[in-house]
């Protein structure tokens, strides 16, 4: 068990967990600022005989502080926020490169399509494993994502990467797998009674182990 | 409309010769339609709770019959073992109850009802018979969702926010009638708020007494009037979207289903842009009434109060331009999540202007630990951690990260049980009082009030953890994934914890009813506040004032030079007060 965020196994993984360590520490520093004055102030200020309150209607200085300080925090946090959510998920983020798969959601499963040897979708050397996503470490891929049914919601938590399956729409997403090894997909989007269940093997091998893996499913898919 | 007969009486409740029927059923009396709100909707806020601890037994304890399961049917738990098409009817209705028929009602049925015309000097509502539907309405929706738990099929189970196509579709969610009937009492609870809505901005607006100006409106009725501005706009949009989603389910439209022309995210869109403003409805009137509480419990006037005002109006608009917060992971064009993002970063701004301002009035105060005052103290540190934890979720990469995990469990847990529930639980022993003409038993209250805080904060501060490790929402079983199966001792002691919240509450609620008939007779004014509610006698009787009252000051002249007590009566005239010209506030 962790305390903190799990390994990180995508490019994205450390923008988003440094950007997650800044947020911590912001509000970390608001959340410790509130609490000590509003322990300090319980203890210092509580009732005592014969004393009166000081008399005070506010004061336009402090105003005008706590206003302009979260004010500029939150665009400056904004701006920094935007920069990276371009990079990953902007409509023109997916690199040119990007290796396809196809993953086609339904009530409770995922249908992996691979591109087979020519490595584009949409031709006859392609094939269907289910619940199994094998990707090849080091390289940018992108899932394309659709739903038979209902909204489906596409997450693997090393990767940081999370992307409804739409019915009716068709979704790029896309990751770059950093660290080899077996890992979990999971759906997030409430998608029915087995919704819980709908969970598939992730598989983030060497290119060559990607490739012998291709060959044998591609051969197992056609049998 | 309800004008009090003088007499020569000195009893206040003299003149009431209504039968029982119109006075405590069919009542037009705001009074008693916020106590009619408060009887019900504690109802609904235990049978929110209920279910939550069915949903904490399976979390915890999952596949393990639950302890008293064996008297739900087999559909539901056989044997006691909860099974998925229950749970996710529990996750459903969980939410549908706390947010529709619980939290709002408490907040809005209760207290916009009850405190408005008392704060500002008036005899009732300005529709009184619309107010009486409002309640009825709200009742028989209450009813229609209660029954839906026990229909053949089962409850609604596509989540409060009963996303479509899984909504719309009797084949895909595999519920039928109680999807229809989650629809139909939607309808009617919105219904009953626009009502509601109504009736209270247009009070507020005709029926202040003279001298009651807008800015000497206590912060309570002032975010009730803009929360009932957020009401009436946003209700109707659930309304039609509800009425919608009930036609696709039963008359064969399709808005929603893509399969045969439909638009899945159109639903989301409908829903949000209720569903955003909704979420200042259910934290807003908390924040009017906990300023209200605070500088009464510090004896000291408001800090900020123009900041404070101008905040709620700022939430308010700001509420309406950031529903896209949660649809960014929806397929939604990105471009468009980055304005919601700022947008939402935003709302920090006027969230913070309301915390320093409660910090500033407890600043030099004279702290009377009251149980409303530790339970108002408790909003503001409780409110800054949902406030706070909302920032990571509104940068959208985080975002990416956290949406539907256990970390926006932990957050709107934050906000809605840390900041609402505490808020409530502050402001029902204040105007208990003025309700029933008792105070709530003290030690028992404190004794509540510290056990609910610790447990609540052991149930809801680890799900932070939970959420980071990827834990999803709403699912059955977390020990089917390999990577959550490290982190079910974390469930097992949520769940515990969440038990004993729940045993808590029955302090609470045995608190409440003893008090009625035993609790200490409470005089006119226990808090020694400057509210026009607290010159009537306790209970408030009906018509409140033979005339009404003429107003000098703002309500929170705490500690004022002026006179030698601590407070200083909205009222009282002092030597130094003007007369209010007659034609600067509404007569009736």
Known sequence: ?223 | MTTVAATAHPAPAHHDDRSFIRKYVFSTDHKIIGIQFLFVSLFFLLVGGLLAMQMRWQLGFPGKPMPGGGVLPETMAPGGVILPEYYIQLVTMHGTFMVFFAIMPLLVGVYANFLIPLKIGTHDMAFPRINMWSFWSFFAAGLVMLASLFVPDGAARAGWTMYAPLSARHDLSGASFGQEMWSVSIILVGLSSILGSLNYITTIINNRAPGMTWFRLPLSVWSLFITAILGLLALPVLSGAAIMLLFDQIIGTHFFDPAAGGQALLWQHLFWFFGHPEVYILILPAMGMVSDIIANGSRKPIFGYHSMVFAIVAIAFLGWIVWGHHMFMSGMNPTLGSSFMVSTLVIAVPSAVKTFNWMGTMWRGNLRFTVPMLNAVAFVAMFVIGGLSGIFMAATPVDMFIHDTYFIVAHLHYVLFGGSLFALFAAIPYWYPKMFGRLMHEGWGKVHFWLTFIFYNLVFFPMHILGMAGHMRRIYDPTQYAFLQPYQPMNEFISISAFLLFATQIIFFVNFWWSLKRGKPSGLNPWQDNGLEWTLPSPAPHGNWERVPTVYRGPYEFSSPQVPEDYLPQTRRLPSDREPAAASAARH
């Open chain 1, 1 to 223: 068990m962790h305390w903190w965020l799990p390994l990180k196994g995508s490019t994205f993984a450390g923008e988003v967990d440094g950007l997650f360590l800044a947020i911590t520490i912001i509000t970390g520093i608001a959340f410790v600022l509130v609490e000590v004055g509003l322990i300090w102030f319980v203890v210092k200020y509580r009732q005592r005989p014969g004393r009166k309150a000081f008399y005070t209607h506010g004061s336009t200085r402090a105003e005008v502080i706590w206003t302009a300080i979260p004010a500029v925090t939150m665009v400056a946090l904004g701006l920094i926020s935007n920069h990276y959510w371009v990079r990953i998920k902007g409509r023109n983020s997916v690199p040119p490169n990007a290796y396809p798969i196809a993953i086609h959601a339904k009530q409770f499963e995922w249908q992996v399509t691979y591109p087979g040897p020519d490595g584009k979708l949409g031709t006859s050397d392609d094939f269907t494993v289910r619940n199994q996503l094998h990707v090849p470490v080091g390289r940018p891929i992108v899932v394309r994502l659709t739903s038979e049914d209902v909204i489906h919601s596409f997450f693997v938590p090393v990767f940081r990467v999370k992307q409804d399956a739409v019915p009716g729409m068709d979704i790029n997403a896309w990751f770059q797998a950093t660290v080899p090894g077996t890992y979990e997909l999971g759906c997030a989007e409430l998608c029915g009674l087995g919704h819980y269940r709908m969970r598939a093997q992730v598989f983030v091998q060497s290119q060559e182990d990607y490739d012998a893996w291709t060959k044998q499913a591609a051969q197992e898919a056609s049998s």
